[in-house]
């Protein structure tokens, strides 16, 4: 049995449907604030929860656990830093010390695959030259956002743990900015978003300078980084930290290949356009993901091309409706916003 955390999510849900194509039975708990995307299997146990509300009956029979739940973004984060913390660090904290306890109880082997973040890394990018350091694990890691913070926060939590523990095997995968369709789809990464843009207006716009670089990841990718994490020898992963990462773009790069890849294959014209009025943060990390491969021999192979496509069409399909840009759904912090307040006034 399998734990997934966070199952019902942009990552978890495509995640959960190719474990049980593998054929392993899954457990997952999520709150399902954006719903159910799973139908009925007979392998899958769904448990609706708050990652904060840890059980130890979660982890009946389990052998290994994916901890994906909690915030996983800078404006969810900053909207409630209480929450932000609760979630990505303490629960986090609680489950893997239930893990733990419980690996060492039944002296075997529990592997933990921890969801963390590329933004780990940070460089100050002042000026429209942005010239920055490319960034490896062994790298200094500096967070100074909310978001970022708590995730290595969380990876130190359960190094200690670790270091208790020696059956308890974390592992934390530290993706770049996440792409491409999914169940539970978002439109408030930067690649789906401009696919959106240029869906309904023909036009990106690129904030500040554009300079900054983001390391970019297909959501299949991820899916197949996690897999291949749950069965790597433990000698190889046990407490390291591994970047999953496919290219860096910097961000107008990025814009006038999305618009590149809609002329081409779409025969759409969309114009790109700089407003340098507006301020985009100096957030600018440049990250490299050798040392999955070179280890264990896993590359991210899936760009930028054949997701574009896929929301493209997706979108003209009207899978997401008429307008999707004006639906909470697929953006994290207003459904945040909405359920927060829905929350509170019950």
């Known amino acids: 049995m399998i734990l997934v955390t966070g199952g019902a999510g942009y990552i978890g849900s495509p995640l959960v449907r190719e474990l049980l194509a593998l054929g392993e039975r899954i457990r997952v708990v999520d709150r399902l604030w954006f719903g159910n995307p799973f139908s009925d299997h007979e392998r899958l146990e769904l448990i609706q929860a708050d990652i904060r509300d840890c059980d130890a009956a979660w982890l009946d029979s389990v052998s290994a656990v994916v901890h994906l739940a909690g915030l996983s973004n800078d404006p969810t984060a900053d909207f409630a830093p209480e929450l932000n913390s609760e979630s990505n660090v303490l629960a986090t904290r609680r489950l893997a010390r239930a893990v733990a306890e419980k690996s060492a109880r039944e002296n075997k082997e529990i592997r933990f695959l921890f969801a963390s973040t590329c933004s780990v890394y940070y460089t100050s990018s002042e000026g429209a030259d942005v010239n920055v350091e490319k960034m490896v694990e062994e790298s200094p890691t500096a967070p100074t956002a909310n978001y970022s913070k708590t995730k290595r926060l969380a990876e130190i939590e359960l190094s200690r743990i670790a270091e208790q523990y020696p059956s308890f095997c974390p592992v934390f995968l530290r993706k770049g900015t996440v792409f491409g369709l999914s169940p539970r789809m978002r439109f408030d990464l930067v690649v789906n978003a401009f696919t959106l843009h240029a869906w309904r207006s023909r036009l990106l716009t690129v904030h ?40 860096n773009y910097r961000v107008l790069e990025l814009a006038h290949w999305v618009a590149e890849l809609l002329k081409q294959h779409r025969d759409v014209d969309v114009h790109v356009k700089r407003d340098r009025s507006a301020d985009n943060g100096t957030r600018s990390y440049y990250v490299i ?53 829905k929350e509170v006034a019950a």
């Open 289 to 341: 993901g050798e040392k999955i491969t070179t280890r264990l021999g896993f590359r991210a192979e899936r760009g930028t091309t054949e997701a574009v496509l896929a929301i493209w069409d997706a979108l003209e399909q009207g899978r997401f409706g008429d307008e999707p840009e004006k639906d909470p759904r697929y953006f994290n912090i207003q459904w945040m916003k909405n359920n927060l307040l």
């Open 208 to 247: 500040g300078h554009g300079e900054a670089w983001r390391p970019l990841l297909h959501v299949r990718d991820a899916v197949d980084a996690y897999i291949h994490l749950l069965w790597a020898p433990r000698e190889k992963i046990r407490g390291d930290a591994f970047n999953i990462v496919h290219k």
